[in-house]
């Protein structure tokens, strides 16, 4: 199966230049670039995944999935009459078909005689944003949120979870109630490149999804690496073998009672290519090595400027920032990273409280050296206190401190100004172009045009380390 790739070039039509591209940008609507003069692009730099053969029909592929299990029994022969089940489903943050999967799911739990109110669902949430009553209702369907106990689990709240001890390497295992106490959990989730985890899915909607947060703390801390930060994407895509993170959510994982994984490889929003069911660990090799196979970039030499959409993602800013970090590799130290992020303005305050914006925005480029200089300093401490803070300082630290960081995000532009912090932030696609060429050449040879590489479905490609 082809991988990602240039967009529509081949042999020597490859290297042609081109002057414009259009990328998705938002749920259903273009984004048309126009390149300046002074910036080479070439069709073989626009690098798109492969989005073929996505399946026709969900629902049937669901019930065959289901059919066959990889690596354990079916779940209406594995469930029973009185068992207490836990259904753990990812955060409105992915695009997971959760509402199409659950009713085919509840369906299975029923034939095997288990009660509604021996079901509960829970939202893996993890450090993200808590999943109010509404937000709840659009994720599993108004039907599904009455009818069952559904949760979003209170991070900080040590009551609302069960202390299952310590493994063998330190980590404490501490998960929501309702999780750690069932017969079985069954996770609905998707498989996306991840920047500490190689891919998200399987097991991490518990672990951290549904732990405490001294847990998760402790998880995010062991999918740091290198002592100075300067390996962030060293274990994006990698397998989970060699992932210290991944061993870590296996240890912990070995520490509860059964669980299947009904998981998922997506393109754009209802989009699916496979939907596979059975033992986590199985389901999550199996789908990992098919989005190597899409997602990951062609190597190819660091550009000066690498510029990434932020589709599929939905418009949360702090979300879009993880595709700069997932391409950080495919541009030259010193280089340009720029972000073509769509934003839904109902999310910025989601992701940035309008308080600390306006504080880190007002700070300018004094808050750039603050970041680029303090936040060693304050990640070394963070991490010798145990705080799980550690590791976004960390990844805030690794996205700025040698490339210049540019946004183009009219709403956010609207909302905080040009700047946030050291990020400068553009309503104007010419300037945003002119800056960046401006910007590579402060720290590229002289007299030679940058060269620009382009991901127009961020959200989904990425570049590890050893690829850029």
């Given at each position: 199966m ?5 967009s529509?070039?081949?042999?020597d039509g490859?290297a042609a230049?081109v ?7 938002g749920?259903?609507?273009i ?8 910036m080479?692009?070439?069709e073989?730099d626009?690098v798109?995944?492969d ?5 026709g ?10 059919a066959t299990?990889d690596?354990m029994?079916?779940?209406?022969d594995?469930?029973g009459p009185?068992?207490?089940?836990a259904i753990?489903v990812d955060?409105?943050?992915r695009w997971t078909p959760?509402?199409e999967a659950?009713?085919?799911?509840l ?8 009660a ?18 509404a937000?709840?209702?659009r994720?599993v369907?108004p ?18 979870y069960?202390?299952l001890?310590?493994?063998a ?6 998960v929501?109630s309702p999780?750690a106490r069932a017969?079985l959990r ?10 500490q985890?190689?891919?998200?899915g399987g ?5 951290p ?12 801390r062991r999918g ?18 060699s ?6 959510i296996h ?8 669980c299947?994984?009904?998981?998922h ?9 496979r939907?596979?069911?059975g033992h ?11 989005a190597?196979?899409r997602f990951?970039?062609?190597?190819a030499?660091p550009?000066d400027?690498?510029a ?15 595709v700069?970090?997932h391409h ?9 990273l ?10 910025i305050?989601r992701?940035?409280p309008?308080?600390?914006?306006r504080?880190?925005?007002a700070?300018g480029?004094?808050g750039?050296w603050?970041i680029?200089?303090?936040v060693?300093?304050a990640?070394r401490?963070?991490s010798?206190t145990?705080s799980?803070a550690?590791?976004m ?7 700025v401190?040698?490339?210049a960081?540019l ?15 050291p ?6 696609q010419?300037?945003?172009?002119a ?6 050449a402060?720290t ?21 380390v050893?690829?850029g």
């Amino acid at each position: 199966m082809k991988g990602a790739s240039a967009s529509d070039g081949s042999g020597d039509g490859a290297a042609a230049t081109v002057a414009a591209c259009r990328i998705p940008w938002g749920p259903d609507d273009i984004l048309d670039l126009a390149f300046p003069p002074g910036m080479i692009v070439r069709e073989r730099d626009i690098v798109r995944p492969d989005l073929g053969d996505a399946v026709g029909d969900y629902q049937a592929a669901l019930g065959a999935a289901l059919a066959t299990p990889d690596g354990m029994g079916r779940i209406r022969d594995v469930a029973g009459p009185g068992m207490k089940i836990a259904i753990v489903v990812d955060d409105p943050s992915r695009w997971t078909p959760v509402r199409e999967a659950l009713p085919t799911v509840l369906r299975e739990l029923e034939s095997a005689g288990v009660a509604p109110g021996d079901i509960s669902i829970s939202a893996g949430v993890g450090r993200h944003h808590a999943v109010d009553r509404a937000a709840m209702e659009r994720r599993v369907g108004p039907e599904v949120a009455a009818r069952y106990q559904c949760h979003s689990p209170p991070v900080d709240d040590l009551s609302a979870y069960d202390d299952l001890g310590t493994t063998a390497t330190g980590l404490p295992v501490r998960v929501f109630s309702p999780v750690a106490r069932a017969g079985l959990r069954i996770l609905i989730g998707s498989v996306l490149p991840h920047l500490q985890a190689g891919f998200g899915g399987g097991y991490k909607l518990i672990f951290p999804g549904t732990s405490h947060r001294t847990t998760l703390g402790a998880l995010h801390r062991r999918g740091i690496t290198g002592r100075e930060g300067h390996d962030a994407g060293r274990l994006l895509g990698g397998d989970a073998g060699s992932n210290p993170m991944r061993r870590a959510i296996h240890e912990a994982a070995g520490m509860l009672g059964p669980c299947v994984s009904i998981s998922h490889l997506l393109g754009a929003p209802g989009q699916v290519f496979r939907v596979a069911a059975g033992h986590p660990a199985r389901v999550q090799d199996a789908l990992a090595a098919e989005a190597r196979r899409r997602f990951r970039a062609p190597a190819a030499r660091p550009a000066d400027i690498v510029a990434a959409g932020n589709h599929p993602w939905p418009g949360d800013p702090m979300q879009s920032f993880k595709v700069l970090l997932h391409h950080r590799a495919a541009s030259r130290p010193g280089g340009v990273l720029a972000g073509l992020f769509w934003t839904d303005p109902e999310e910025i305050d989601r992701s940035f409280p309008r308080a600390a914006m306006r504080l880190i925005a007002a700070s300018g480029a004094a808050g750039g050296w603050g970041i680029r200089r303090a936040v060693p300093l304050a990640e070394r401490v963070l991490s010798a206190t145990g705080s799980p803070a550690a590791f976004m300082l960390r990844w805030a630290r690794e996205l700025v401190v040698d490339r210049a960081v540019l946004v183009y995000s009219p709403p956010l532009f609207e909302r905080i100004g040009p700047r946030l912090g050291p990020v400068r932030i553009f309503d104007d696609q010419a300037k945003l172009w002119a800056a960046a060429i401006a910007a590579a050449a402060r720290t590229g040879p002289r007299g030679v045009e940058p060269s620009a590489r382009i991901f127009p479905q961020g959200g989904l490609t990425y570049v590890p380390v050893d690829e850029g």
